[in-house]
């Protein structure tokens, strides 16, 4: 693609140099940068600034350079614009030739419930014979098949994005389900992009580093609707949720309601059984049936989970038999996953990161524990503080053995953030701080005893730990499966 193409899509305050140049890629990481790429100088919220890596880029080969400064003495074509962040979005959309125009888009956005909200709704849609495309924390995926996108990102940067978005178009897709993050929508990755369905989860503490108060994230979240939800779109929000009275009227789309705990236009009947393997519930819907559900996830959270999808589901006229069979059949790596090589005892790993999250697994972890329940966690780096000594103060809540590890402690020094949890654990409570994260999983593995419970909560299907500016190789599930096969096999 010629560069004059893409300045077709830009607000341009000024153009120096010119513009004929063929364009390999659109780079906004001046040290990917390889010869006939387009580098995008971004202010991130972290005070990394692209524009003091121009130079960088063009010591890598960059042809051109988007900035939001006049840049008139590069030896490279220089683009000036209001927003590179909007700028990025636009010209990487371009570039893959507006791929979600192509698709009908149905984003999912919340503090908790993202990733398994759109697995279900990609089950639905499976089982209901359409094509669809995931996009979320588990990575990119098409019918199960990995595609081209970051998995270190919930909502992907522009180039990731638009390229499994052209992916999925590509292998004929119908629909894009995603999750949108409060970050990708403040950062405007998501600017050229319209979505037909937006589901609102809920809202708790979470982000509040980047996010400053609630009312600030809550009003992140709503962006989704405000500007992203088309006007003949369908919003789908949840009605136990305290906040769910802001996302009414933030857009012209109809709207679905579902709940819990209340009547909406999808709503549970009766009781909600929770088994270690499933969840079992009736819903009554608006198009006037009451029908029963069986999901092979177990919690109370999960069956709301559930009216999430399915309130996307029944806008768009599918069967309710198409709708129970997905569900039936959902699986959602790193949620509540069993880790089972014939131990006497239950081991789970989820991704549980947040006050609200850790204490609805406890809670339906509590439920169907026999013996004792053991939980190992950490609290991330360079993140919200307040909330470290809430998630000690939920594991006591509910667990017999509390074990404190490391959660990708980034460039904070681990003793800093042991002392915030440690400040909320309970004097009743047995507990113990294990820096080394495997070596805190041994312990609890040792620990266990038959009819046990073994929660291994933060990271789920993460398969990195942070540690300074460095990924390292870490996964829960498989560090949980090798020392169980060690001691057990």
Request: aromatic share 8%; hydrophobic share 40%; charged share 20%.
């Amino acid at each position: 693609m010629h560069l004059n193409r893409l300045l077709d899509v830009l607000p341009v305050k000024s153009v120096f140099g010119s513009t004929e140049h063929t364009i390999r890629s659109i780079v906004h990481d001046s040290r990917r940068v390889k010869p006939g790429d387009v580098f995008v100088a971004i202010r991130e919220p972290t005070g990394h600034d692209g524009h003091q890596y121009i130079d960088a880029a063009i010591d890598q080969g960059a042809v051109a350079v988007i900035s939001e400064e006049t840049q008139r003495n590069l030896p490279i074509t220089t683009i000036e614009v209001p927003d590179t962040h909007i700028a990025f979005s636009l010209v990487a959309a371009k570039f893959f030739d507006f791929p979600a125009s192509q698709l009908k888009m149905i984003g999912v956005t919340g503090t908790n419930g993202k990733t398994t909200v759109t697995f279900m709704i990609d089950a639905i849609l499976r089982a209901a014979g359409m094509r669809s495309g995931l996009i979320g924390t588990t990575g990119s995926r098409y019918m199960d098949r990995p595609v081209a996108g970051a998995k270190s990102h919930t909502t992907p940067y522009p180039m990731q994005l638009h390229e499994a978005l052209r992916t999925f178009v590509e292998e004929n897709a119908e629909y894009a389900v995603m999750e949108v993050s409060s970050h990708g929508l403040v950062s405007d990755r998501l600017a050229s992009v319209k979505f037909d369905l937006a589901v609102f989860t809920n809202l708790t503490r979470d982000h509040l580093n980047d996010h400053k108060t609630i009312e600030g994230y809550r009003e992140a979240k709503m962006k989704l609707f405000s500007s992203h939800l088309d006007d003949s779109g369908c919003a789908v929000i949840n009605k136990d949720d305290p906040s769910y009275a802001y996302f009414l009227d933030v857009s012209a789309a109809k709207v679905l309601t579902y709940a819990l705990s209340s009547s909406a236009d999808i709503s549970r009947v009766g009781p909600v059984q929770c088994y270690s393997d499933r969840t079992v519930f009736n819903v009554e819907a608006y198009i006037g049936s009451t029908f029963p559900v069986s999901i092979p996830l177990p919690g109370r959270y999960n069956a709301s989970n559930a009216l999430a999808a399915m309130g996307v589901a029944l806008s768009l006229n599918i069967p309710v038999d198409a709708i129970l069979q997905g569900l039936k059949n959902v699986r959602v790596p790193g949620r509540l996953e069993r880790i089972d090589c014939g131990q006497p005892f239950t081991v789970l790993v989820d991704s549980a990161h947040t006050p609200d999250a850790l204490d609805s697994v406890l809670s339906a972890c509590r439920e169907w524990t026999v013996g004792a329940l053991i939980v190992v966690f950490g609290c991330g780096g360079d993140r919200d503080r307040g909330k470290r000594p809430l998630m000690a103060k939920v594991a006591c809540n509910h667990a017999d053995y509390v074990i404190l590890t490391t959660d990708n402690p980034r460039m904070e020094a681990s003793d800093i953030i042991f002392r915030d949890t440690e400040s909320g654990l309970a004097s009743h409570v047995a507990a113990v701080t294990i820096e080394d994260r495997e070596e805190a999983i041994d312990h609890a593995i040792k620990y266990a005893r038959p009819d046990d419970t073994v929660l291994i909560a933060g990271k789920g299907d993460e398969a990195f730990q942070i540690v300074n500016d460095t990924y390292i190789e870490f996964d829960d599930r498989l560090v949980a499966r090798q020392l169980i096969e060690t001691h057990y096999g």
